[in-house]
């Protein structure tokens, strides 16, 4: 588990990285409200995907393995406030870039 902490720390890292980078492109094609959410999280997923890719690879870990770990160490606290930090960090990129656009 304390090898896998910080490599989670990465990945939630690049979660939050390539939303904020998706909301950067969706503004620059001069979206807004719904439509720059949509786009947002269409780019999201790539992004986020190969900036996560590139923590793993980094520390030449599957993403096969990774998903194990996560299973594995999901009940634990910091594995946990790690992932959800995460997510609640990226949500609030998207509705400060988005207010208008509800989220699904």
């Not at 904020?20 to 992004?47: H, P, Y």
């Not at 998903?67 to 606290?77: H, I, R, W």
């Amino acid at each position: 588990l304390e090898k896998f902490l910080p490599i989670l720390a990465n990945v939630m890292d690049a979660f939050v990285t390539g939303t904020t980078a998706a909301v950067e492109e969706a503004k620059a094609a001069g979206l807004e409200g719904e439509e720059l959410a949509q786009k947002t999280m269409e780019l999201a997923s790539v992004k986020v995907q190969d900036a996560q890719e590139a923590a793993l690879t980094s520390v030449s870990m599957t993403k096969e393995l990774f998903q194990a770990c996560l299973t594995k160490y999901m009940s634990d606290a910091r594995v946990q406030k790690t992932v959800m930090t995460a997510q609640q960090q990226a949500m609030q990129i998207v509705q400060d870039a988005a207010p208008a656009a509800q989220l699904s």
